[in-house]
């Protein structure tokens, strides 16, 4: 037994040294590790600026062109550039040169347009930057008339030197180019309107048009060679010739009146959707001096005057007493 203890006592101490001399060899290693840090990602890269609109840079170039057209004052051209280049990417900068380019084309109204659109759109740094565009303002709107156009039908074209002005009912305040221009009023089912009107420059007009059905109604005109000859029909006192008048069906008397004329008058019988034209001339009145029978009959009565004279003066007989016969005056009595 005492073998067997002292193999197992043996045994024992020695795991134990085994033991401890592991421990030894592992603790320096283990007391010198360090934890590893643990890696914080990279930050991400700012994201690259975005590239330009496609739309952008193509209205930029438009622009661009727009300004060599300009410069070489091909002006029709260079507004379309424009117009092209604010339709793909609004810009208050083209809207200033758009407006240029109208200006310089003679269409003060729309150039006004579109320097009131910039001067309302554009920052004020931008506007800074265009000296005398007030004045420019000022200028280009007495060039222009404000118009109002009040017309009977809705739905119907205005157009103004063969350029349409819009639809009926049209807003107050219109801007057109002052000077001469025909002014036309155009619906289905209608009479055309068409008349030739001065516009004064930094003014005012104001017209109403009253359209007449084709189906209900006649169109009358009035010419006159008298000049300020002014026309009635029925009684109705319309304006100086030339004057239009739409008309119902039926028996209608025209009178045209000058002072110093006598009347001129007819009578006309109209159809619906007929188109009738009449030119009535007043006679001038002569006073009596200017008519030509006065004077035909004065000159006569002075020719039997001085025949009468002729024979008195070669009569040499003795004066009379005062108790003559008949046939001491020959001559003829003048009768006026």
Same mark, same amino acid.
């Given at each position: 037994?005492?073998?067997?203890?002292?193999?197992?006592?043996?045994?024992?101490?020695?795991?134990?040294?085994?033991?401890?001399?592991?421990?030894?060899?592992?603790?320096?290693?283990?007391?010198?590790?360090?934890?590893?840090?643990?890696?914080?990602?990279?930050?991400?890269?700012?994201?690259?600026?975005?590239?330009?609109?496609?739309?952008?840079?193509?209205?930029?170039?438009?622009?661009?062109?727009?300004?060599?057209?300009?410069?070489?004052?091909?002006?029709?051209?260079?507004?379309?550039?424009?117009?092209?280049?604010?339709?793909?990417?609004?810009?208050?900068?083209?809207?200033?040169?758009?407006?240029?380019? &109208?200006?310089?084309?003679?269409?003060? @109204?729309?150039?006004?347009?579109?320097?009131? /659109?910039?001067?309302?759109? %554009? =920052? +004020? #740094?931008?506007?800074?930057?265009?000296?005398?565009?007030?004045?420019?303002?000022?200028?280009?709107?007495?060039?222009?008339?404000?118009?109002?156009?009040?017309?009977?039908?809705?739905?119907?074209?205005?157009?103004?030197?063969?350029?349409?002005?819009?639809?009926?009912?049209?807003?107050?305040?219109?801007?057109?180019?002052?000077?001469?221009?025909?002014?036309?009023?155009?619906?289905?089912?209608?009479?055309?309107?068409?008349?030739?009107?001065?516009?004064?420059?930094?003014?005012?007009?104001?017209?109403?048009?009253?359209?007449?059905?084709?189906?209900?109604?006649?169109?009358? &005109?009035?010419?006159?060679?008298?000049? @300020?000859?002014?026309?009635?029909?029925?009684? /109705?006192?319309?304006?100086? %010739? =030339? +004057? #239009?008048?739409?008309?119902?069906?039926?028996?209608?008397?025209?009178?045209?009146?000058?002072?110093?004329?006598?009347?001129?008058?007819?009578?006309?019988?109209?159809?619906?959707?007929?188109?009738?034209?009449?030119?009535?001339?007043?006679?001038?009145?002569?006073?009596?001096?200017?008519?030509?029978?006065?004077?035909?009959?004065?000159?006569?009565?002075?020719?039997?005057?001085?025949?009468?004279?002729?024979?008195?003066?070669?009569?040499?007989?003795?004066?009379?007493?005062?108790?003559?016969?008949?046939?001491?005056?020959?001559?003829?009595?003048?009768?006026?």
């Amino acid at each position: 037994m005492t073998t067997l203890s002292s193999f197992s006592l043996a045994r024992v101490a020695r795991s134990f040294t085994a033991c401890l001399l592991i421990a030894a060899l592992s603790a320096p290693a283990f007391a010198a590790a360090t934890p590893t840090p643990v890696a914080t990602p990279a930050p991400a890269p700012a994201p690259a600026p975005a590239p330009a609109d496609a739309g952008e840079a193509q209205a930029a170039a438009l622009k661009a062109q727009g300004d060599a057209l300009f410069r070489a004052r091909n002006y029709v051209d260079a507004l379309a550039a424009y117009q092209q280049a604010q339709a793909i990417h609004p810009d208050a900068r083209v809207l200033y040169n758009q407006g240029r380019a &109208l200006q310089a084309l003679g269409r003060n @109204g729309e150039a006004f347009a579109a320097l009131q /659109h910039f001067s309302t759109e %554009a =920052p +004020a #740094e931008l506007r800074n930057q265009v000296s005398g565009l007030q004045a420019l303002m000022d200028d280009l709107h007495s060039r222009l008339t404000e118009v109002t156009i009040q017309v009977s039908e809705a739905g119907a074209q205005v157009t103004f030197r063969d350029k349409v002005v819009g639809l009926t009912p049209l807003s107050a305040g219109l801007l057109l180019d002052a000077g001469q221009g025909t002014l036309r009023v155009v619906k289905d089912g209608y009479f055309p309107f068409e008349r030739q009107v001065t516009l004064r420059g930094g003014g005012s007009a104001s017209f109403d048009v009253t359209l007449g059905s084709v189906e209900r109604q006649a169109r009358l &005109l009035v010419k006159s060679q008298v000049p @300020g000859s002014l026309i009635s029909i029925d009684d /109705h006192r319309l304006a100086q %010739a =030339p +004057a #239009e008048a739409m008309l119902l069906p039926g028996p209608h008397r025209i009178v045209a009146h000058r002072d110093g004329y006598a009347d001129a008058s007819t009578q006309i019988i109209v159809n619906a959707g007929q188109n009738r034209e009449v030119s009535l001339n007043p006679l001038e009145q002569h006073p009596l001096l200017k008519q030509w029978w006065f004077w035909t009959g004065v000159a006569v009565v002075i020719a039997a005057g001085t025949t009468a004279t002729v024979l008195i003066a070669r009569d040499h007989r003795a004066p009379s007493d005062g108790n003559f016969s008949p046939s001491a005056i020959s001559a003829p009595l003048g009768r006026f």
